[in-house]
């Protein structure tokens, strides 16, 4: 799932970011999957780890055409609720699974980081603006 400040872009927070992060089960199928689908796309980083080693570690940073942060766990949600609540979006006919607005601004609460409390800050006045 999108999570991070791209997750904040997609709903509507106008803000500059320079990775993608993304949340995954963690699990060595999955990261199998996830690692193969990389390499696709032309990532030679993803050649470099193997899905033990993604699991084993919270955070595994891929940095070759554009940086992924590919993260395991992640404050203030876990992922098998995180995934139950889930958005999808369609972005030129592929479909993308992104937090839910709840679980991102949750997220962003518990990293405590300044940008991550403006995006909140951001998020929530999008909601008033919205009458959410």
Known sequence: MV???????????????FDLDILI????????????????????TATLTDPDDVVSHEITVFNDKVRIDVQTSTPGITFNDAWLRR????????????????????????????????DVRLLEKLDEKNGE
């Open 87 to 118: 958005e999808t979006i369609n972005y030129q006919g592929q479909d993308f699974f992104i937090l839910c607005k709840e679980d991102l601004i949750a997220s962003k609460r518990a990293c405590k980081r300044a940008v991550d409390l403006e």
């Open 3 to 17: 999570i991070g400040g791209v997750a904040s872009v997609l709903y509507g927070v106008p803000r500059v970011t």
């Open 25 to 44: 089960e963690a699990s060595a199928d999955n990261a199998k999957k996830l690692l193969k689908a990389l390499v696709e796309a032309g990532f030679g």
